[in-house]
């Protein structure tokens, strides 16, 4: 029997390319997504969110720093994370392949 669990996160490696003036860096981290189900994601009061207001639970081996110099954490280190163009769309990308890859036939 196959048992669906509906509340199901999973961790995915996310690779990133940003620019910072004329120099390329780029880099890989781990983002933890939710699997939200359709319903929700068309549901009417989700309209106005982005993606991954929805999706993104957490990330790891990436650093952030603030306006003071010190490390965010928590809520204010994934807000940073969503606000930042390139890393916002390496995060959208990653969670769409995820969930994409997740449901291919295997061969």
């Given amino acids: 029997?196959?048992?669906?669990?509906?509340?199901?996160?999973?961790?995915?490696?996310?690779?990133?390319t940003v620019y910072n003036g004329d120099k390329?860096?780029?880099g890989t981290?781990?983002?933890e997504f939710r699997v939200v189900p359709t319903t929700e994601l068309s549901?009417?009061?989700?309209?106005?969110?982005?993606?991954?207001?929805?999706v993104l639970v957490g990330v790891e081996e990436v650093e952030v720093t603030g306006k003071d110099g010190k490390?965010?954490?928590g809520e204010e280190l994934l807000d940073a994370m969503k606000a930042d163009p390139a890393t916002s769309l390496a995060l959208v990308n990653a969670y769409q392949e995820s969930i994409?890859?997740?449901n291919r036939p295997r061969t």
Avoid: I
């Avoid at 029997?1 to 990133?16: A, D, E, G, S």
């Avoid at 549901?43 to 929805?54: F, G, V």
């Fill in 29 to 31: 981290f781990r983002a």
């Fill in 71 to 73: 490390l965010l954490q």
């Fill in 24 to 26: 390329e860096q780029s």
């Fill in 100 to 102: 994409t890859k997740k």
């Fill in 1 to 16: 029997m196959f048992k669906l669990n509906t509340q199901r996160t999973f961790k995915y490696p996310v690779t990133v």
């Fill in 43 to 54: 549901d009417s009061s989700n309209r106005d969110k982005r993606l991954l207001d929805l």
